[in-house]
């Protein structure tokens, strides 16, 4: 007898690729989340550039050297959500206003179920993301935020 049951996804977990330790944080628990809801996981990067007025060159140069970081930082990241989930994810480098890019990307991929992020550990202030998606950027989102603690081991994740 064949079973025609299909497997329904489970949407897309949006993670935030950043310099901060937590990130990884937010990498691991939407990787095991994605698992268990047979969803993907959804990498964005934004550089954020800081004009340098009058020197263009030097300006081109910097922005050519952040683009590289940004790309080594999605890849590896990439690279741990592919031993996590088997599964290859959606990456994303965008250049602009961070905030504002995670909110395009949302309302531009409706299978985007959830943003993830990680608050910071050792801080009495949980990240510049996590406080502005808890607080006054909370009424721009369209999809559930998942906040995660920070400290948490991939041990402690599993």
Not at 1 to 18: I, S, T
Not at 102 to 126: E, F, M
């Amino acid at each position: 007898m064949c079973n025609n049951e299909v497997k329904k996804h489970g949407g897309v977990f949006l993670v935030v690729v950043d310099t901060t330790q937590e990130f990884i944080t937010a990498v691991d628990y939407a990787s095991k989340f994605a698992n268990a809801e047979n969803g993907y996981v959804a990498l964005l990067h934004v550089i954020e550039h800081t004009p340098v007025s009058g020197w263009q060159s030097i300006e081109e140069q910097v922005r050519k050297e952040t683009r590289s970081q940004a790309e080594i930082m999605i890849w590896e990241a990439a690279g741990r959500v592919l031993d996590n989930t088997g599964k290859i994810p959606m990456v994303c480098i965008e250049e602009g206003d961070r905030s504002d890019f995670i909110i395009k990307t949302i309302d531009d991929n409706k299978n985007i179920a959830a943003l993830v992020l990680a608050s910071a550990s050792g801080s009495s202030n949980p990240g510049p993301l996590v406080s502005y998606f808890s607080g006054k950027g909370l009424s721009r989102l369209t999809v559930p935020l998942l906040i995660i603690p920070g400290h948490l081991s991939k041990n402690d994740i599993a």
